[in-house]
């Protein structure tokens, strides 16, 4: 591919740019607030998230606005369900999966349970940041959805794509170029892989991938500009307002999924 013929000769500057930004962008907190409950005495769901910094939260104070919270929000007035978040800021495919083989058979009050109807994964951020291969990392998501498949045995899998690295504020040009480009590739081959997961006629698990819908409202003002507005003051993680937008997205998918697949 271009890009990577590209990357390939502006790697010293990308290294540089990259070490840099590790330094200098700030370390936001994880937010506060609970990672296990329900939103009534008869759950009819259960929801497990699963994933990263972004899946824990970070870029917002309380996870009331994170997207844990705004999907209780939005969906507690339709139905009553479970929860259980567990993310980490920092977590790769691989760690998460190996936290997953850890604690998936102990007393973890969240990764013990015994079934989810439905899970949300985020993953993949720190993974292309680091110097993985695309197909080292959709085999690793590939277990990763094997091993929660199996455990869990979920009517469905909200994936998240990777976001567009190409318009994060906090990161230099061509470091954002290059990172964009990545990101879209992974996604590209992390759709093919769904495809085909979702292929077999006996698959109880509906894979889907979710993507935010990122639209400049705004033409007097640049993409990148608009993102600086809807993301964390640290230019590299979610704002209230898209985790807000991802939130209605997955309540979207469970409603539909509630109405085709009978998952009550």
């Known amino acids: 591919m271009l890009y990577q013929g590209v990357s390939l000769i502006l790697a010293p500057l990308l290294v540089f740019q990259g070490l840099n930004v590790r330094r200098t962008t700030p370390r936001l907190p994880e937010p506060e ?21 972004a899946a824990a939260g970070v870029g917002v104070a309380f996870q009331q606005h994170a997207l844990l919270g705004q999907v209780i929000e939005q969906l507690s007035p339709q139905l009553e369900f479970s929860y259980g978040l567990f993310a980490k800021t920092g977590s790769t495919t691989s760690t998460t999966l190996h936290a997953l083989q850890e604690q998936i058979d102990n007393a973890h009050p969240i990764l013990g349970q015994r079934h989810f109807d439905v899970i949300v994964t985020s993953l993949g951020v720190n993974d292309i940041t680091s110097s993985i291969s695309c197909e080292k990392w959709l085999l690793q998501q590939k277990t990763l959805f094997e091993l929660i498949t199996k455990r869990y045995r979920p009517k469905l899998i909200l994936v998240t ?27 590209r081959q992390l759709q093919q892989l769904l495809i085909k997961l979702n292929q077999p006629v006996d698959q109880p698990t509906d894979f889907r991938l979710i993507k935010l819908p990122l639209e400049n409202p705004q033409p007097d003002i640049t993409m990148l500009e608009f993102m600086r507005q809807v993301m964390a003051s640290d230019g590299f993680h979610p704002g209230a307002p898209i985790y807000s937008a991802w939130a209605n997205l997955v309540v979207e998918q469970i409603v539909s999924g509630i109405k085709s697949d009978g998952i009550e």
């Open 161 to 187: 794509a990777l976001p567009p690295l190409g318009l994060f504020p906090a990161l230099p040009h061509p470091l954002r170029w290059s990172l964009g480009q990545r990101a879209n590739q992974f996604n």
């Open 33 to 53: 607030g609970e990672r296990v409950g329900q939103t009534g005495a008869n759950p009819a769901l259960s929801l497990l998230i699963l994933g990263d910094s």
